[in-house]
């Protein structure tokens, strides 16, 4: 059984959270845009990006992380430590939640163009409050680590780890100096970050035309006009 | 041990989702205000609500409801049924939460009073176009459970049902004529709602003084300004 990805075409979203996992895995998998019909499985995804394992359909990012990540050896042995990893899997969705609300304050319906000014106060509270609050938290979780590894939970790399990790690029990608600063007091998740993309079969998928570039269709965006 | 649900207290919001997995079980817990130092744990939540079990703290509402279903008898008893429960219960979260950020389109840092005019906006296209679509989408996976019972998830509840019966509550507090408007194409949630409350344990709950009252504090909040 080859695992499929089924994505919106042309960019990383939340489809890259799994991407990365199957890429450090070394795991086949294929990435394809969204079945036609899917909506009418017995069990409906809501939306993409849902994970295709044999027969089943799988939704919710996190839960396709919760799934793959014992699979993929991503995820550790005991049942709490698999509890906690989820719980930051969760935390980092709410996080990335608010990334993609900063551009979509007044919901998913409408154009970024048709929210410009709303966006902008927003991106403003995030990146005085929200981004440091963040990142705070993960950096305590990354010192109280008993292991003392540089990994979030236990001694070896999981899923989170790499989500983690993404969701640094991401932001030096949408707000460079503000995410540079903030940054500045979390010397744990830099490292934690350089780790993740020097390992070398990741080093080897960014490199891939796999990997999509960030930009202005996707989760996290470059508008200098809601921060730097 | 006795469980303990750690939450602000006052309100309903999302701690209710565990409250009433807890009151259909009929398994003793405590509910009392987050605990000092929570912060300063091994393994922190992010915020509450978490749920203090033994030595463990358990964060996320989904996750804390993926860890009780078992134990509580609210979870399917196969693996695939319970990630497909869990998906369930991550779909409502993003129902819920954007039911709240309804009042808070700008932000959690700010008040509702200086965000009034942009959740003008946000509500009228919530009430359109999302509130019909997450509906649509629980009413499609009633009708399309093989099971025919009634519940989201084979023969018998699970907390998802718990989980919608109560955004159908609070929907119908914060909107009472859109909710009946859209509720209007829902027969299979209706129903699962009315059965819900009519479980003696819930109704006994209900009908005491550990429910709250809905209140403007909360996640579900009744501003006519927003929508009737």
């Not at 979203?13 to 070394?26: S, T, V, Y």
């Not at 939640?97 to 919901?107: A, N, Q, S, V, Y």
């Amino acid at each position: 059984m080859i695992y499929e990805l089924h994505y919106w075409p042309g960019i990383q979203g939340r489809g890259e959270f799994i991407r990365l996992a199957f890429e450090e895995a070394g795991v086949e998998y294929v990435d394809v845009a969204p079945m036609n019909g899917y909506e009418e499985a017995e069990r409906p995804p809501f939306a993409p990006p849902f994970l295709k394992a044999g027969r089943r359909l799988i939704g919710q990012t996190p839960n396709i992380l919760l799934f793959l990540g014992p699979r993929l050896g991503l995820a550790p042995r005991d049942a709490a430590g698999r509890t906690w990893t989820h719980q930051l899997q969760l935390t980092l969705g709410d996080f990335i939640d608010e990334i993609h609300d900063l551009h979509h304050p007044l919901g998913p319906t409408l154009y970024y163009e048709d929210q410009k000014a709303e966006a902008r106060k927003r991106a403003r509270e995030f990146l005085k409050s929200r981004l440091p609050k963040y990142l705070g938290y993960f950096e305590r979780v990354l010192a109280r680590n008993a292991a003392r590894d540089g990994w979030m939970v236990g001694e070896t790399l999981t899923y989170v780890d790499l989500t983690l990790a993404q969701v640094v690029a991401g932001l030096r990608y949408a707000f460079p100096r503000s995410a540079q600063s903030a940054l500045e007091d979390c010397p744990r998740i830099v490292r934690l970050h350089d780790r993740v993309f020097a390992r070398p079969r990741i080093k080897r998928y960014v490199k891939s035309k796999r990997r999509l570039a960030f930009n202005n269709d996707d989760l996290f965006r470059r508008y200098p006009e809601l921060g730097d």
